[in-house]
Nanobody, 119 residues
Framework: QVQLVESGGGLVQAGGSLRLSCAAS????????MGWYRQAQGKQRELVAD???????DYADSAKARFTISRDNAKNTVYLQMNSLQPEDTALYYC?????????????WGQGTQVTVSV
C-alpha cells in the first residue's frame, strides 16, 4: 500500500501563486509516476501534470507555461508550482502515484487539497 499526503492548497487571488506538495510513503516501486489531477465542481477529473521517476514530465495544455511539476525522489515527494492562477483553476487537486511492475500499473490517490482562485 501507498499513502499520499497533500498540502499547500488554499485561497488565492487571480494572478497569485500556490505550491502544492505530496509526500508518498509505503511500498513505492523504483519505476513510478507521480502527478497531479484536478476536479472542478460538475466536471470530470483531469490530468494537470505528471512526472516519472526518471524525470520525464507531461502537462495539460492549460498548465503549460504557468505550472511546473518537480519531484524529490529521496523524499518521495512531488511538487506543483502554480503561477498566474485564474478562477478556472479552482478545483480539488489530487495527487496520484502509479507504481509500475511487469506491465501492471498500481495506482494510488491522495484525499485531495482544495485550490480556490478568486477574481
Amino acid at each position: 500500500q501507498v499513502q499520499l499526503v497533500e498540502s499547500g492548497g488554499g485561497l488565492v487571488q487571480a494572478g497569485g501563486s500556490l505550491r502544492l506538495s505530496c509526500a508518498a510513503s509505503g511500498k513505492i516501486f523504483s519505476v513510478n509516476t507521480m502527478g497531479w489531477y484536478r476536479q472542478a465542481q460538475g466536471k470530470q477529473r483531469e490530468l494537470v501534470a505528471d512526472i516519472t521517476s526518471g524525470g520525464t514530465t507531461d502537462y495539460a495544455d492549460s498548465a503549460k507555461a504557468r505550472f511546473t511539476i518537480s519531484r524529490d525522489n529521496a523524499k518521495n515527494t512531488v511538487y506543483l508550482q502554480m503561477n498566474s492562477l485564474q478562477p478556472e483553476d479552482t478545483a480539488l487537486y489530487y495527487c496520484k502515484l502509479a507504481n509500475f511492475n511487469n506491465g501492471i500499473v498500481y495506482p494510488f490517490w491522495g484525499q485531495g487539497t482544495q485550490v480556490t482562485v478568486s477574481v
